[in-house]
């Protein structure tokens, strides 16, 4: 497999890229993208076999179940960054190592019951807090100390429906695929 392809397989949607200006209407679109994420997963994987939990989404990725654990570890991550950045002056926010918390045993559960509550009420709280802030909040920041630098909360909108919307994707492709490459 060429690198191109494998670089296709690991970024189905392209990376994220922030556009020059972020206006209400890009802000608003990435907010119906995050509040429409549970259900679109939840719809995705509701009728997998644990065998098809098991496939990847690419050689060396994780598989289906792990994707949606760790959305809901990262969501949880996201939600609690926003409220410190609203609530504090450019907070350093503590990162965490997903590779590891990827193997962990309820990242590894075949059951997603679990996660895909706890997406359901992550978002709807999230897209509750997302849809009040205001312009001059959008602007606030916190710092994340494992890219050594400040990410705006209107950019960190966009990055999580990006990131929503980018396992999505990796779940259709190890669907489509039957976990083979």
């Not at 296709?8 to 209407?25: N, V």
């Not at 890009?26 to 259900?39: G, Q």
């Not at 994707?67 to 570890?73: E, K, L, P, R, W």
Request: aromatic share 10%; net charge negative; proline share 4%.
């Amino acid at each position: 497999m060429t690198s191109q392809e494998l670089y296709k397989l690991r970024f189905p949607i392209g990376e994220f890229q922030k556009p020059d200006t972020i206006s209400s209407e890009i802000i608003n679109s990435w907010i119906n993208d995050i509040e429409r994420f549970p259900s679109e997963i939840e719809k995705t994987t509701k009728d997998l076999s644990k065998e098809q939990l098991n496939w990847k989404y690419r050689p060396d990725g994780w598989n289906i179940k792990q994707v949606v654990h760790h959305c809901a570890d990262s969501h949880m991550n996201i939600i609690i960054r926003f409220k410190l950045a609203l609530t504090e002056d450019s907070p350093t926010i503590r990162p965490y190592y997903e590779d590891r918390w990827a193997t962990l045993i309820d990242s590894t559960d075949d059951n997603l019951e679990n996660s895909l509550s706890l997406l359901k009420g992550l978002h709807a709280k999230l897209c509750q807090l997302l849809k009040h802030i205001s312009e001059e909040e959008m602007s606030k920041e916190f710092i994340h100390p494992e890219h050594g630098k400040r990410f705006r909360l209107d950019e960190t909108i966009g990055t999580y429906a990006w990131h929503s919307n980018h396992h999505l994707a990796h779940v259709k492709q190890a669907i489509n695929h039957k976990g083979q490459f």
